[in-house]
């Protein structure tokens, strides 16, 4: 028994799967550590006020270690700044959850949206692919991913509540977030608060659902409508 058991963490450290696995681990948990350590330095200092030495210290690594898992700070950037967009609509879609009503519930999407910067050091990404066509395919997978979970989150949310839309939810889904970006630049550059912003979404975005109320008393004026016109006709 003792032979056995002795014999079998030298058949563990051995087997090249498990060392694999080991590895892919602990780059994984690197990687995510840089990107921890890149965002908030990239968000207050932009790129070209970031260096590589000041990711690494930050994040308590080698400069090399950063050109080993992202080759270039400006494919850091960009991959931080995916990761934030992506984190801030998981956001969006929690805040979102107890929303009893269309209106509540697009109130909650933008007022969640609009009080974070993500969507503008997103957008800086954006601008730095017009110059990187290498980095353009992360962008677009997170673009692409962006919209499939938020065609899947406000399915979900008319499919529960009842309500009838008044777009396919995909197409809301791309409309919100092409709102919330062109809102958000144009706000920033014009220096508008959070709230402001909030209050532009709605105005812009206008009504997306009709509620189980609102769709009942829609359908008693269609008929109250219909049935006028019948007896006129008589």
């Not at 032979?3 to 079998?8: I, Q, T, V």
């Not at 968000?43 to 210290?57: H, K, M, P, Y």
Request: contains cysteine; proline residues 3%; aromatic residues 6%.
């Amino acid at each position: 028994m003792a032979e056995a058991s002795a014999d079998a963490p030298l058949e563990a450290a051995g087997d090249p799967k498990h060392a694999a696995r080991a590895t892919r681990s602990a780059g994984r948990k690197m990687r995510s550590l840089l990107l921890d350590a890149a965002s908030p330095l990239f968000r207050e200092r932009g790129l070209s006020g970031t260096s590589i030495t000041d990711i690494a210290a930050a994040a308590d690594a080698f400069p090399s270690q950063i050109t080993y898992y992202f080759r270039t700070k400006e494919a850091l950037f960009v991959e931080c700044a995916c990761r934030d967009l992506l984190y801030l609509a998981r956001a969006t879609e929690q805040a979102a959850l107890k929303a009893r009503t269309p209106g509540e519930y697009t109130h909650a999407l933008a007022e969640t949206v609009t009080a974070s910067d993500s969507v503008a050091f997103f957008a800086e990404a954006l601008t730095l692919t017009r110059r990187r066509q290498d980095l353009a395919p992360l962008v677009e997978r997170t673009i692409e991913r962006l919209h499939s979970e938020g065609t899947r989150a406000y399915a979900g949310q008319v499919a529960r509540h009842g309500w009838r839309s008044l777009r396919a939810p995909d197409e809301s889904s791309r409309r919100f977030w092409a709102v919330a970006i062109g809102v958000i630049l144009e706000g920033y550059a014009m220096g508008l608060s959070p709230e402001a912003l909030c209050a532009e979404m709605l105005r812009v975005l206008g009504e997306q659902a009709k509620s189980t109320e609102d769709t009942a008393r829609l359908r008693l004026v269609e008929a109250r409508e219909a049935s006028d016109n019948s007896n006129g006709k008589g």
